[in-house]
């Protein structure tokens, strides 16, 4: 027989971050705030790597964008509308404490065969990260999640609490220069057009050592 109990703690990013630096974290575990716009957020562990915890929230934001707002994928996620709006307008309305801990990310993305790595803040999973299947993007980006083997954890809402939204990933579609890759309301893997609006989750890491 087994008993399992959930406890709520009032908390700081700094206890936070001193708990990944403890390894005292376990992929699951959710960490409630509010961005400055008060929009509420649960950002959830869903990776823990030798070298840091991937925080990734719960739901998506509120505001869509495109991927791009040029309808192209050239480039891939560096070049794209959605990489600026992340590392400027999104970081920027994350509390201050919050941002102090976050580290950069070496994001890989592979581009009609070119391997790329590039260290973000703020980024996206791959479709490899989420699925564990190169589908659209025909390329193994990375190494599944462990929050993302199971289904239901693909399925994000369309803001806290909200409807299930359809949410971009950092890959581009493998044979159009003009499409991205996104998990659908059902949590499956897609691909739309670059320049069609959809929503994002906020995904950061905090390293585990300096």
């Given at each position: ?87 400027e307008k999104v970081w920027n309305i994350l509390p201050e404490e919050l ?25 996206l999973p791959t479709e490899y990260e989420v699925f564990a299947d190169d ?20 399925i994000k809402g369309a803001g806290d609490g909200g409807s299930r939204a ?45």
């Open positions: 027989m087994n008993l399992t109990i959930k406890r709520t703690e009032e908390t700081s990013w700094d206890q936070v971050k001193a708990m990944v630096v403890a390894g005292s974290l376990k992929v699951g575990d959710e960490v409630s705030d509010n961005l400055l716009t008060g929009e509420r957020i649960v950002h959830v562990v869903a990776d823990i790597g030798p070298d840091d915890v991937k925080f990734i929230s719960k739901d998506c934001l509120d505001e869509r964008f495109a991927w791009n707002e040029s309808g192209s994928n050239e480039g891939g996620f560096k070049e794209s509308s959605l990489c600026k709006i992340l590392n941002r102090a801990v976050i580290s950069e990310r070496e994001c890989l993305q592979i581009v009609e065969g070119k391997e790329e790595r590039y260290p973000l803040k703020l980024w589908w659209a993007s025909e390329a193994k980006e990375g190494q599944q999640f462990e929050l993302f083997k199971d289904p239901r954890n693909r359809y949410w971009w990933l950092l890959s581009v579609c493998g044979d159009n220069s003009a499409s991205a890759c996104f998990v659908n309301y059902v949590g499956g893997t897609h691909y739309s057009s670059c320049a069609y609006e959809l929503r994002v989750p906020v995904c950061f890491s905090i390293k585990i050592k300096e």
